[in-house]
């Protein structure tokens, strides 16, 4: 399959992206998850499933991961939004009939970044849809009030991560709570310990989307039943 490797300007930020496949009148747009990539496994077996359904994709990668790992450009919602506008702007130069997948928290960016957008349809995995829930569950996990994080700013976790205080404001300020008209298929995996059942269903009830669950999935698709299960519901939902 055809792959181009290239750069989105947004501003004075470079945005690595991969377009997959032939123009024509239709493209996908892909957003990855946390510590993934613009070619990560299911970015890369949606966009041969798509290509052959005959759409160009364009998939990119996020501030802090990919290539862009050492930037001094942070992974906050304000700049991936802002990437995520380019990436749109960039894509409607290709094409007229623009459609979206997203993973974990590249769903919720893109929630952010793209509800008033003219997109055919969506398609989410294991889409974070409350991350205010999600930051929360964190803080009460390893025993952070709201107090010591708004005094210390920044507390690093044993997992990996980092609470953010200012990440945490704009995330409360900002939650999922608008119109969002587009055709949305998601599949969610029961076993999902960072996205709770009950956000995901209450987005589908909100925005009438339709879930599909697999039975003891994780958050994290990557075993081969996982891809596999992936791969038929991507197949099945995209038009």
Excluded at 26 to 32: D, G, Q, S, W
Excluded at 194 to 204: D, P, R, V
């Amino acid at each position: 399959m055809e792959k181009t490797h290239f750069n989105i300007s947004n501003n004075k930020i470079s945005i690595p992206a991969i377009l997959w496949g032939k123009p024509g009148a239709k493209l996908l747009i892909e957003v990855h998850g946390n510590l993934s990539n613009k070619e990560d496994t299911v970015i890369s077996i949606l966009a041969q499933k798509a290509v052959a359904k005959g759409y160009q994709v364009l998939s990119f990668d996020l501030p802090g991961h990919g290539e862009r790992a050492d930037d001094n450009y942070e992974c906050i919602p304000q700049n991936c939004v802002s990437d995520l506008l380019a990436v749109y702007k960039y894509a409607r130069s290709l094409a007229s009939d623009i459609s979206l997948f997203a993973c974990s928290m590249g769903a919720y960016f893109s929630l952010l970044a793209y509800h008033d957008f003219d997109i055919k349809q969506c398609l989410f995995l294991s889409p974070v849809v409350n991350m205010e829930r999600i930051i929360q569950n964190m803080m009460e996990g390893f025993q952070v009030s709201e107090e010591r994080l708004q005094a210390e700013k920044q507390i690093p976790l044993p997992i990996g991560q980092t609470l953010d205080w200012d990440y945490y404001c704009y995330v409360k300020k900002n939650p999922v709570c608008f119109d969002w008209k587009i055709p949305t298929a998601i599949l969610y995996g029961s076993d999902d310990n960072l996205s709770e059942w009950k956000e995901i269903s209450a987005f589908a009830e909100r925005y009438q989307a339709e879930v599909k669950v697999l039975e003891h999935g994780e958050h994290y698709f990557h075993t081969e039943e996982q891809l596999q299960v992936f791969e038929s519901w991507a197949d099945d939902n995209l038009l």
